[in-house]
């Protein structure tokens, strides 16, 4: 059974940072791309970062959502099936409960990790 574990959330001032982590069980996590979405109060889930499988040649692809790129990071450690996001220039709107997520025949996620940016 695959399982998603995710921590690092908290209360950051705008401007700061913070890096989610998301312990991953039950699967070859190499194998599987992997996704980081969020859920801000009232708002639908929406898509954050992605990262792909480490099975292709060269660098793993990295994709972002329009409103995060250039001070989100997605990574992941596959020796320790670990993926992160290094949330940098936080900003108010960025406040959401994130999720990881993979999709192995089915989706997966994690419990979520709240993050509150707030002055």
């Known amino acids: 059974q695959v399982q998603l574990v995710e921590s690092g959330g908290g209360l950051v001032h705008p401007g700061g940072s913070l890096r989610l982590s998301c312990a991953a069980s039950g699967c070859s996590f190499g194998n599987y791309a992997m996704k980081w979405y969020r859920q801000a109060p009232g708002k639908e889930r929406e898509w954050v970062a992605g990262i792909g499988d480490v099975a292709r040649a060269g660098d793993v692809a990295r994709t972002y959502a329009d409103s995060v790129k250039c001070r989100f990071t997605i990574s992941r450690d596959n020796a320790t099936n670990t993926l992160y996001l290094q949330m940098n220039s936080l900003k108010t709107e960025d406040t959401a409960v994130y999720y990881c997520?993979?999709?192995?025949?089915?989706?997966?996620w994690g419990q979520g990790s709240q993050v509150t940016v707030s002055s």
């Open positions: 997520n993979t999709y192995i025949y089915k989706n997966y």
